[in-house]
């Protein structure tokens, strides 16, 4: 698991757009949110999502990019965008590198049967890309508004 302090994981991911998206992109400019999520379009996904939507004026006021990471593609991603008018970046982590890389990629047991996926999970990345926050396994409701009061600490 990663942990504060830690050098965040460096990633080029396409998102929504088809367009690269790095970590470089913002280190010594913007702090990052990286949330990884299980799949686009599902209740408590859609939940997170439009909670950090609705927040992004608080976020971009603390100098903070928010992008959500699941192992769906760019189309995918577009449509879940587009359908609940989300402002967050998205991006498309197909083969699980990066879930691998930040260590959510995990043993799920649900209705008695085991299975690999997603844990959901928030990085916070400060301005030199070191990890801040990690937290693991994280509920979606009001967790936006909880990962806001972190990143005004920065």
Request: glycine share 8%; with cysteine.
């Amino acid at each position: 698991m990663l942990k504060v302090g830690d050098q965040a994981p460096d990633f080029a991911l396409p998102n929504a757009d088809l367009e690269k998206s790095e970590l470089g992109d913002y280190l010594g400019k913007r702090n990052l949110v990286l949330y990884f999520y299980p799949k686009d379009n599902t209740p408590g996904c859609t939940i997170e999502a439009l909670e950090f939507s609705d927040l992004m004026e608080e976020f971009q006021a603390a100098e903070t990019e928010i992008l959500g990471v699941s192992m769906d593609n760019c189309i995918s991603h577009g449509d879940f965008r587009d359908q609940n008018g989300l402002t967050i970046g998205l991006l498309a982590d197909i083969d699980g590198t990066l879930c691998q890389d930040y260590y959510v990629w995990k043993e799920k047991e649900a209705h008695g049967e085991k299975r690999m996926g997603i844990q959901r999970s928030t990085f916070i990345i400060d301005k030199r890309g070191i990890i801040r926050h990690a937290l693991y396994d994280v509920k979606p409701k009001g967790h936006a508004q909880a990962v806001l009061e972190l990143v005004k600490t920065l």
